[in-house]
């Protein structure tokens, strides 16, 4: 494959501490000129919706005046290439080009947008410092302690970027935070020492030494000290600090205080550092370009990225030998981590944030049309997506088990919910499916309900679902004064919501956008607001077909789920961005195109398994790599 | 008004029609104590600043009261007001042209609000300046334990088209990409203000003890902490080295608030009113009592609301802070209120079309935001601090960033302006403005109030000339 790309893109996005720089620009047989060949094309075919203030969808194409501002705003042209390639843009009633002007047009964009030169575009991105976000300091929290204790629950919620909550830059603290993470930290040790306490021996792996004959309790201290901080700050601790922690526990012991308690108060101070509270990476002052990232650093990236949990004890060992820079150990231990029951961090806080169902515990259906959900209902839903993304994980499937699959994950109330005989009691297990109505996540409840209004379905919203989250193509926002859609009846009385959404698109500004959601949106319409199989509403037959813009029909949710599996590759490359958003805890730059693309590819090869794009991202560049900040 | 004496014992009483409610601190025996501190020359209580922000607009046709300065005849949507409305000021006409966001109604809408300058159009949040409410808060706030507290309801959900999730969330920015982090949890949120000590009443004249803490292995442990942090910084870039600072400024007030603790372990303010407090018992099981399912958050609304208001009553009576935000939910936000008979979503609701029915429930939300608020007034008017009322002594904020949902407008915004300003604003009045006055002149009257003197903020053209 040929990829390459101007040499200005380089400048334009910063990449000079990446060696080897741009040596050998790529070349074309026959460069397009954009100012011969091009512009005046765009702005035959473009500029009269998409130039202005108001552009239509929020596309200005017209503000970017030369080929390195389209390559600099990449993802506006590669959409645009899109849409061009499938003959959806110009749209219908606009005047068409001929098919020689739109092949130049696609041709120009491919040169300048969608090739990618991914050997010389090696980049980590700008380095950042991560703070743990809430789970992540839970999870951190019971791995340190064995205790369940769930403090930062109740924390300052952390800020949403990119439909996440682990994104390094959003990740501000303010004194609010501090004094939480004080209280937390007392409270913390305080559970330590009533557990510690009766027992004598649980839970050994803080206080795992005791004072004895053999053993001062000054060295009892110092090594229950040296081997929590290890584990808390994810990588050895220095003397001088662990002798600097002895200070306090000498202290304390002045003040009267027992042994165990003495020990609390140092204990505090490492809950309390901001090595601890903070991932902070190491720098190598002396290089000059990006440098392999540091082995313990490699480990916390791997182990927050599928776990949320500070790296175990053999990830650590294999960073201390430095093994785990090497690729196939690193993979070896993906694999071992993806199959792991700690993965489980992975379902919740990627596949749940991702899929909008973390939170739907906070989704309140209409009592009254729906008097038998309940919050046990709700868990369960929430449950099945998690053990259908866990069965996943555990087996090493493809990645289109999400959209469809002949199985799922149920209890009995779920099982009654959907109407499946012979699933008994709270437990979950796999069960086999006889048609097409359940299967996947995107048909399950969880999904469902959480995309609808709590008395009613919303199909534009589902359709939009569909379209932005799960094929990345969400629809443009609406245009400011939206015509109302006023309330239609006619003789027969009030007329459906088809209808009424039908005539919505009837005008042009409107069909732009909703001919893309409403569609996919009416597949669903078998599914109530909480997610319930139905074949009518209010007497009427559900229709549950549709035309997509490109005009493939279809009937149905089976339908729909086959066009999204023979779209695969969108829907993988949709996971992969926001897979690699979540892995690298920023937004993605040029550079991580290069890794999605390559996520893609090898996931393709391994018969869409989920693991390899896992795999893929992990080995990546930007992930095994980091450059200095800027002193 | 006696009203207060007889409710003080009444706490957490259910299905009563009284809502869960904490227990108040009694404002009876302070009253000698004031008339006692009057006596030696006491100073004046100072004022509070607070901003209340609804989310989707409201239905402005039952908002809007009739034309003319009167409120005799309250709109639907006030009527909750009737009983405080000599302390209310509803302002017509503002705008908050900032709000704009490029294709988006709600994110700018929150985020913005009190930022006066426009958001960046980012999924990392950037609005245009620290808000309003933090820059009083770095002038007014370093003398209380606490410089601010920014409240919410709900947690929030991620952004649309491009914006952060954030800006959805919070109307409250430490600085342009800090949002003020959001207490959410009543449990929680009692515990961080009142630490371990039971709330005290403040005493104002009171001279602040110097002396200095012993050191203990526990203020060792922060010394400790900031020595750490400090070595780290060194090795650490520019943007680092940035964060870190954020991490060590939290940890000064850590270290304020444990040093306060150590001296006084009733409240910064000083001895003179430990023993006028005879209900100090009454919160001491308060956290067991008043959250019922150990997690801190109420099952019920109305519940959850009253306790926050509370909470920002109380930090209020007893000088813990001195400014706050509160959100009775995140902008956009589709939470249903089935007790009130509005099931459906509230921001579909707002997108009413003009159809009746919704209008009716967008107008049952908003009414009830304002029956919430209205009772946390009434509490704050119930309050005696000296000649005043707590009410006398606050100035609050009451809006939206979005007028009408349905068109996402961000002129013709709800506004209301509610409490004394210490003596400085004449209520009972409805204040009918050129069309458009920047809502950032408003702020300015505001932070005026509370002694913060700013030439212009935000997108501001002028003061008002009519608030007192």
Request: one cysteine or more; proline letters at 7%; glycine letters at 8%.
């Amino acid at each position: 494959m040929n990829r390459c790309l101007p040499l200005l893109l380089a400048a334009v996005w910063g990449l000079s501490v990446v060696a080897p720089a741009f040596a050998q620009p790529g070349k074309h047989e026959e460069e397009l000129s954009w100012d011969r060949n091009i512009r005046g094309l765009v702005k035959q075919y473009c500029y009269r919706c998409h130039a202005g203030d108001q552009p239509t969808g929020d596309v200005d194409l017209k503000a970017d005046e030369n080929p390195r501002m389209i390559a600099a705003n990449r993802a506006v042209w590669l959409r645009a290439l899109e849409r061009l390639q499938d003959g959806e843009m110009p749209p219908e009633d606009a005047k068409q080009p001929s098919d020689k002007d739109r092949d130049l047009l696609v041709r120009f964009l491919k040169q300048t947008v969608s090739e990618l030169d991914c050997e010389t575009l090696r980049d980590p991105g700008r380095p950042r410092i991560r703070r743990l976000n809430r789970v992540e300091y839970d999870h951190s929290i019971r791995y340190l302690t064995g205790l369940d204790l769930r403090l930062g629950e109740t924390f300052s919620p952390d800020p949403d970027s990119y439909g996440f909550d682990n994104i390094a830059d959003s990740l501000t603290l303010t004194p609010a935070q501090v004094e939480q993470y004080h209280e937390a930290a007392k409270k913390c040790v305080s559970a330590l020492l009533e557990q510690q306490v009766p027992s004598g021996d649980e839970p050994a792996s803080v206080f795992f030494i005791k004072p004895s004959e053999d053993v001062p309790p000054r060295q009892a201290a110092q090594q229950i000290l040296q081997r929590f901080a290890r584990r808390a700050f994810r990588r050895p601790v220095e003397d001088a600090y662990v002798e600097r922690l002895l200070r306090i526990y000498d202290m304390a012991i002045d003040e009267g205080q027992t042994h165990p308690q003495a020990v609390g108060q140092s204990l505090i101070g490492v809950l309390l550092s901001p090595r601890f509270l903070m991932r902070i990476e190491q720098n190598q002052p002396d290089a000059e370009y990006a440098y392999p990232v540091d082995p313990f650093d490699l480990a916390s990236r791997l182990s927050f990225f599928l776990w949320s949990a500070p790296p175990d004890e053999p990830l650590l060992k294999l960073a201390e030998t430095g093994e785990l820079s090497n690729p196939d150990v690193l993979e070896q231990q993906t694999r071992r981590m993806l199959i792991d029951p700690r993965s489980r961090a992975l379902a919740e806080n990627f596949f749940g944030q991702w899929l909008q169902i973390r939170e739907l515990q906070s989704h309140k259906p209409d009592a009254k049309a729906f008097p038998q959900f309940d919050a046990v209902l709700a868990t369960a839903m929430q449950e099945e997506v998690y053990q259908i993304v866990g069965d996943m994980l555990q087996n090493d499937l493809s990645l289109t088990t999400l959209i469809d699959a002949d199985f799922t994950h149920l209890n009995e109330p779920l099982a009654v919910h959907y109407g499946i005989q012979g699933v008994a009691g709270a437990d979950f297990r796999k069960v086999g499916l006889q048609d097409r109505r359940r299967g996947g996540v995107l048909t399950t409840a969880a999904l469902l309900m959480r995309q609808s209004d709590p008395g009613r379905t919303n199909v534009p919203r589902r359709g939009n679902f569909i379209a932005g989250t799960i094929l990345g193509t969400p629809a443009p926002p609406p245009p400011p004064n939206v015509p109302a859609l006023e309330e239609t009846t006619s003789d027969q009385g009030p007329v459906t919501l088809r209808a009424m959404l039908e005539l919505h698109r009837r005008d042009a500004q409107c069909a732009s956008c909703h001919d893309k959601m409403d569609p996919l949106g009416f597949a669903f319409e078998n599914y109530d607001a909480i997610g319930q199989w139905r074949d009518q509403e209010a007497g009427v037959a559900i229709d549950a077909s549709g035309k997509l813009p490109g005009g493939q029909a279809f009937d149905g949710p089976a339908a729909l789920k086959q066009i999204l599996l023979d779209r695969r590759e969108a829907f993988a490359t949709t996971l992969a961005r926001n897979l690699t958003i979540y892995a690298f805890g920023r937004g993605l730059e040029l550079a991580d195109e290069c890794v999605i693309e390559e996520a893609v590819e090898q996931t393709t090869a391994a018969d869409y398994r989920f693991s390899a794009l896992v795999v893929s991202i992990v080995k990546s560049y930007p992930f095994t790599h980091r450059r200095n900040p800027e002193f | 008004m006696s009203r207060s004496a007889k409710l003080s014992r009444r706490t957490l009483l259910r299905g009563t029609g009284i809502a869960l409610a904490l227990p108040w601190l009694d404002s009876a025996a302070p009253r000698a104590a004031w008339a006692k501190a009057a006596g030696s020359g006491a100073s004046q209580a100072p004022v509070r600043l607070a901003y209340f922000y609804v989310p989707n607009g409201v239905n402005m046709n039952d908002w809007r009261p009739q034309d003319g300065e009167s409120l005799d005849q309250l709109p639907k949507i006030l009527s909750p007001l009737e009983s405080v409305k000599e302390n209310v000021v509803v302002v017509s006409n503002l705008a908050a042209e900032h709000c704009n966001g490029k294709s988006a109604g709600h994110e700018p809408a929150g985020g913005g609000f009190l930022t006066g300058v426009k958001c960046k159009h980012s999924e990392e949040p950037e609005v245009g300046a620290a808000s309003v409410d933090q820059v009083a808060a770095r002038e007014i706030g370093l003398g209380t334990p606490v410089d601010s507290i920014a409240m919410g309801i709900d947690p929030g959900f991620r952004g649309d088209h491009g914006y952060s999730g954030t800006y959805l969330s919070h109307i409250s920015w430490r600085s342009k990409t800090t949002p003020a982090a959001l207490e959410l949890n009543p449990k929680q949120a009692f515990e961080r203000l009142f630490r371990d000590a039971p709330p005290q009443h403040p005493h104002w004249d009171a001279p602040q003890e110097q002396r200095s803490a012993e050191p203990s292995a526990e203020s060792s442990v922060l010394d400790l902490v900031r020595e750490d942090a400090r070595d780290l910084q060194r090795r650490l870039g520019f943007e680092d080295r940035r964060k870190v600072e954020e991490y060590l400024d939290g940890l000064r007030s850590v270290e304020r608030r444990v040093d306060a603790a150590s001296r006084d372990s009733y409240s910064h303010h000083q001895e003179a009113f430990k023993d006028a407090v005879p209900e100090r018992d009454g919160f001491s099981n308060l956290l067991e009592v008043a959250i019922p399912d150990g997690r801190g958050i109420p099952e019920l609304y109305a519940d959850h609301v009253n306790l926050m208001l509370d909470i920002m009553t109380l930090s209020f009576q007893t000088d813990t802070t001195r400014v706050a935000s509160f959100l009775f939910s995140n902008e956009k936000s589709g939470r249903s209120y089935p007790e009130i008979d509005a099931p459906g979503s509230h921001h579909s609701s707002s997108h009413h079309r003009k159809e009746p029915k919704y209008l009716d429930q967008l107008t049952r939300i908003n009414t009830h935001h304002m029956e919430l608020f209205a009772r946390m007034l009434q509490r704050m008017a119930d309050i005696r601090e000296g000649e005043r009322s707590l009410l006398d002594n606050v100035v609050i904020l009451y809006g939206s960033g979005l007028s009408d949902g349905n068109k996402h407008n961000h002129d013709d915004l709800p506004v209301l302006v509610a409490g004394g300003g210490g003596g400085t604003i004449r209520g009972g009045r409805h204040l009918k403005l050129e069309q458009k006055t920047p809502i950032c002149n408003l702020y300015l009257n505001m932070l005026d109030r509370v002694g913060v003197d700013l030439k212009s903020f935000g997108d501001s053209t002028g003061r008002l000339g009519q608030l007192s």
